[in-house]
Each structure stands twice: as C-alpha cells, then as structure tokens.
C-alpha cells in the first residue's frame, strides 16, 4: 500500500495535466490535442512537479496536516513557477493557463489526501520489524539508536542478549505428576525470547554465528517464518551502512563500480561534466550576488580554497565562496554552529550556498557529483592512524555530496568520521547511477529542508 500511495504523487500530475490538455484542446482552444509543442511543454509540467514534489519530501517527510497542506502547495507552486518561467525565456507561452492554474488547483488537495494516507500507513507499518538482536550489549546501543534516527526500512529493538546467554540452557524446575520435581523439557532460550517478544527479525553478531546451538535456534526461528540477518546484512538492508567490525573484514570482498565497471565510470565522468557546466551558470549568477552580501556583513575575499585529498591521496584546491572571517578556519573541526562563522556565512551554510563555487572542482574532474566528501590532509593523516582502512574511500572520486551527508549528521569527530566510514562503505559496496539519483534526490530534499551539511 505504501508503495501504491507513493507511486500516486507521480500518477496525479500525469493525470491531473493531460485531462485538462484534453478539456482544454478540445473545449477551449480547439486545437488538436496532441500538438507538438503544446502536448512537449504539458510532459515538462509534469515533470517539474515530480521534481518539486519530491524536493518537499511527497508523501513521506510530511506528518502533520498543516505541513501536508504546506509541502503540497509549495510543491505545486514551485513546479508551476518554474514552467511558467522557462516559457517565458523561450518566448513560446504554448501551455495554456487553465492547464498551470487548474492543475495546482487540484494537484494540492490530491497532494494533501495522498500525502496524509501515506503517513497513515507509516504509523501503521512502524516498527513492523520486531528486531531481537544477539550482539554485545554496546552494538545493541548502537542498532537501537541507529534504527530510531532513519533506517532505510522500518524496524524497532525489541531485545538484545549476548551469545552466551543466547546459547545457555532453560535451568527452571517444574513439577511432576506425583508432586516430585525434575526439568522441564527445555525451550531453547533464543526460541523462548523470540517468541516472548514476537521478533520477526534475528540479528547475528560474529560470535552468535560461531556458536552452534545458536545457528540452530536462528535456523527452527527460521523455520518458522522468522527472518535471519547477520549483522553486517541486517546494517546493509536495514540502515544503509556496514557496522565498524565488519568493514576491516569487508574493505577488499566487493567490486567497485567507478574501477571495475567501465561504462559507469564513463557514465558518471558524463554526468558529472553536464552538472559542471550547468552550475557554471549558477555560479556565474551568484557571484554578485554573494560580492554584495560579503560587502556588508562578510568582508574579505569571495573565494576560500583549502586542500583536500582526492582520488588515490592526490591533492586539490577545494574551492567555496568564503564563510568565515579571512585567517580563521583551518585549525579544528568545523561544526554546524561554529562560532567562528559570520552572519552572512552561517546563512550561506544552511542553505549550501557556500558549496556552489565546487562545480570548478567537478570541471576540472578532481569532484565528482556523488562520492565520500574529500578531507583535509591533517584530518586524513589522523584517520588513518586510528582508522587502518580509512584509505579504501580513496579508490574514488571524492563528491560534492554522498551517501554518508543524506544518512549523517555534519561530522566534527574521529567518532563522526568512523561512523560516516560505515556509511561510505555501503556506498562503495553498492555504487550504481540509481544509487547516485537517489543521492541526489535526497540531497536536494535536505537542502530544501535545510538538513544535513
């Protein structure tokens, strides 16, 4: 159902805009339907509102009907806006003002009643995973925190219990006919938890999988209709990351598209030179812009370059419009709030500006447009001291956003970088153009919902 609610944001405009093309063509205008030029510019309308419905989070970022109405109205404001703009530039005003007008006109309500259905069925479906878990009682920690920030498919901890305890008979005393005692027939103790709690999902660490009578509990759980994951499997299809104790193990056990699958390189190097030079065209648009707002409340240069390290440990100047006083970045970790930040920097981070001037960067092919965000040299040489297989997310091109920036918080710690490593992995391990779409949508959703960094 989930799925059929979110496949209907995409229907609606499809529907909503040809049948109004229809009544139009045929009531209204009297022009054939299917026009060229007109029937051209109705398939753009529809796919600007895709683009903006998604931006917005449609139908799933929404919780409330306020925020419903909100994100529905923006979405549909937006795509008709940008319509209405490219018609204008073109100089060709072939899509008909009862198709933009009437199409918002409908499209929010239908936006609104979908978008609300489909938070309907999430609480519905929240925590349909009843996760127990045999791992350590720090990983347990770490699979309920991560599991209640945002998990790639819905799940809950419902338990937790080590592998010993896991794998330790039933010791409980019952009596018998007669009145003398003796051992009850024992429920094997993971059997007994799982079914106390209803799991529907068994996790297990190394150690659980090493652990004989364990596996064979998992496999009577399994038997009986109850999932089972190890824990790097469950990490990769629940939360989108591989767990620190399996990425040493798994650092050389994948192919890497970007080194071992040619057409996707080339594919990706395309992508990347056609994002490049369209953002050329941002950027050239912003310059004065962002000249002005430096003029009164950031003086200083307009560009701040700092080295990063690249593919294979290779060294570039990362380029940004400057946030910070001249002289005062540099020296510890950045943070969201970083009081060294001015007003008119703080404002261009929360809304990416700052990231714009980095489509040089993907110009001149040390950037990719999705990848593991590039390090600085001092921070890398830390890393890898603490991090033995940090290197491995050099093997490709760093990205002006990534898999770890749409599933991570801003990152301002050795503990941030590990935990963003997982994520980087799962990426590396997983690395496909749809892969990268879906970045890219998720980016653009952050940013209109000012998340992330």
């Known amino acids: 159902m989930a799925r059929l609610t979110r496949s209907a944001v995409y229907l609606a405009p499809v529907a909503v805009v040809l049948v109004l093309g229809e009544i139009h063509a045929h009531l209204i205008g009297h022009y054939p339907f299917a026009d060229t030029f007109r029937f ?8 600007t509102l895709w683009v903006s419905g998604y931006a917005v989070g449609l139908p799933d970022t929404p919780r409330t009907v306020g925020s419903a109405v909100v994100s529905s109205a923006v979405a549909v404001a937006a795509g008709a806006g940008v319509i209405s703009l490219a018609q204008l530039l073109s100089g060709s005003l072939l899509l008909p003002r009862f198709v933009v007008l009437g199409g918002a006109g409908l499209l929010i309500p239908a936006y609104t009643w979908l978008t609300l259905g489909s938070e309907r069925l999430r609480r519905r479906r929240e925590g349909s995973d009843r996760v127990l878990a045999v791992v350590c009682a720090e990983e347990a920690a770490a699979l309920a925190h991560d599991l209640a920030r945002a998990p790639e498919r819905p799940a809950s901890l419902v338990a937790a219990l080590p592998a010993a305890e896991a794998a330790r008979p039933a010791l409980s005393l019952a009596p018998a006919a007669g009145g003398e005692l003796r051992p009850p027939p024992a429920v094997p103790p993971l059997v007994e938890q799982a079914q106390a709690v ?18 064979a509990q998992a496999a009577l759980l399994h038997g009986q209709g109850v999932r089972v994951r190890t824990l790097s499997l469950f990490t990769d299809e629940w939360l989108g990351k591989l767990p620190v104790s399996e990425l040493e193990q798994m650092s050389l056990m994948f192919d890497i598209q970007e080194l071992h699958a040619q057409r996707y390189a080339r594919l990706k190097r395309f992508v990347d030179l056609a994002v490049g030079l369209a953002g050329l065209v941002a950027l050239a648009a912003a310059v004065p812009v962002v000249w002005l707002l430096d003029r009164v409340g950031n003086p200083g240069p307009l560009f701040y370059r700092q080295p990063r390290v690249g593919q294979g440990g290779a060294l570039f100047d990362i380029v940004k419009f400057r946030s910070m006083p001249p002289g005062s970045a540099g020296s510890p970790w950045t943070g969201d709030d970083d009081p060294r930040l001015s007003p008119v920097g703080r404002w261009m981070r929360r809304v990416h500006l700052d990231e714009l001037p980095q489509v040089l960067n993907i110009v001149r092919g040390e950037l990719s447009l999705v990848g593991p965000r590039p390090e600085q040299p001092c921070y890398v040489e830390q890393l890898r001291a603490e991090i033995p297989f940090y290197d491995v997310r050099h093997l490709v091109h760093p990205g002006l956003t ?30 496909s153009l749809a892969l990268d779409l879906r970045i890219v949508a998720r980016t653009i959703r952050s940013v209109v919902h000012r998340q992330g960094r």
Request: proline fraction near 0%; charge should be negative.
């Open 198 to 215: 209803g799991a529907t999902v068994i996790v297990l660490d190394r150690q659980a999988q090493a652990d004989e009578t364990v596996v």
């Open 402 to 431: 990534g898999w770890a920036q749409v599933k991570y918080q801003y990152g301002a710690s050795v503990a941030d970088a590990l935990q963003k490593l997982q994520y980087e992995f799962y990426y590396l391990r997983h690395q």
């Open 40 to 47: 051209g510019w109705m398939l753009a309308y529809v796919a």
